[in-house]
Nanobody, 124 residues
Framework: QVQLQESGPGLVKPSQTLSLACTVS??????????WSWIRQPPGKGLEWMGL???????YYSPSLQSRTSISRDTSKNQFSLQLTSVTPEDTAVYYC????????????????WGQGTQVTVSS
């Protein structure tokens, strides 16, 4: 069973960088059977796929967020991380890390495993 756990600050000031980590257990992030994504849900809105990293470290980003988003990994810790720069209050959301088996997808509903989510609020 794959388990994911998000960690990071719950409050970020406008114009700063949001940084979150996802610790994975039950599977290696270098396992070619999985893709690893970040997905968020702003208050009152639907799920938004932000980007993913593959088993070999390749990254793909949502076009709407690409200029501000970076996903990286630490294979020694079996973690992957999200950085979102120049945040505004519109980036306030619950942030999830998620895993999908066998195929790459940008559709949140198709993901197989999810972390519990972490609330991030952007406010001064």
């Amino acid at each position: 069973q794959v388990q994911l756990q998000e960690s990071g600050p719950g409050l970020v000031k406008p114009s700063q960088t949001l940084s979150l980590a996802c610790t994975v257990s039950g599977a290696s992030i270098t396992n070619s059977a999985y893709a690893w994504s970040w997905i968020r849900q702003p208050p009152g809105k639907g799920l938004e796929w932000m980007g993913l990293i593959t088993y070999d470290g390749s990254t793909y980003y949502s076009p709407s967020l690409q200029s501000r988003t970076s996903i990286s990994r630490d294979t020694s810790k079996n973690q992957f991380s999200l950085q979102l720069t120049s945040v505004t209050p519109e980036d306030t959301a619950v942030y999830y890390c998620a895993a999908k088996r066998l195929v790459l997808t940008t559709v949140p509903g198709e993901y197989d495993y999810w972390g519990q989510g972490t609330q991030v609020t952007v406010s001064s």
